[in-house]
């Protein structure tokens, strides 16, 4: 399976998925024109990955998302919301969401995704800005 990158934009994430290191990682903004255009291509790259996935493998997810506006919130979820099923399917799957300590919002935003979700989800203070 290939590596999924896109380039991170003013108003897009960068994605770095790779699938032999076995991370996910999403960075940057998300506020594109059209969140679900967008995200697409990264839900059909996720739905692959967790299919052929087996349970010995440790997975980590790390999200850096300063901003992401009501329809990229709705993508995220979709998202999370595989990363879970798998989990509850016995997937090892672990999400850092990182969040700037200057900005509550960011905080409060990764406490909202974390209440709807079982997959072990730990919410880490960065340094940076």
């Known amino acids: 399976m290939d590596k999924l990158f896109i380039e991170g934009s ?32 990264i839900f059909n ?8 996935l087996n ?13 992401i506006n009501t329809s990229s919130s709705k993508c995220i979820m979709m998202l999370l919301e595989k990363l879970d099923k798998a989990y509850l399917a016995g997937k090892q799957l672990s999400l850092n969401w990182y969040y700037n300590q200057d900005n509550e919002s960011e905080l409060e935003c990764a406490e909202e995704f974390k209440e709807d979700l079982n997959l072990p989800f730990y919410i880490i203070p960065r340094e940076d800005n």
């Not at 790259?45 to 052929?52: G, H, T």
């Not at 349970?55 to 901003?67: A, R």
């Open 10 to 41: 003013k108003s897009t994430p960068e994605v770095y998925f790779d699938p032999q290191q076995n991370i996910l990682l999403l960075q940057g903004q998300s506020y594109p024109e059209n969140a679900f255009k967008f995200y697409e291509p």
């Open 55 to 67: 349970t010995e493998v440790v997975v980590k997810v790390d999200f850096i998302l300063p901003y």
């Open 45 to 52: 790259w996720v739905d692959n990955y967790l299919i052929q």
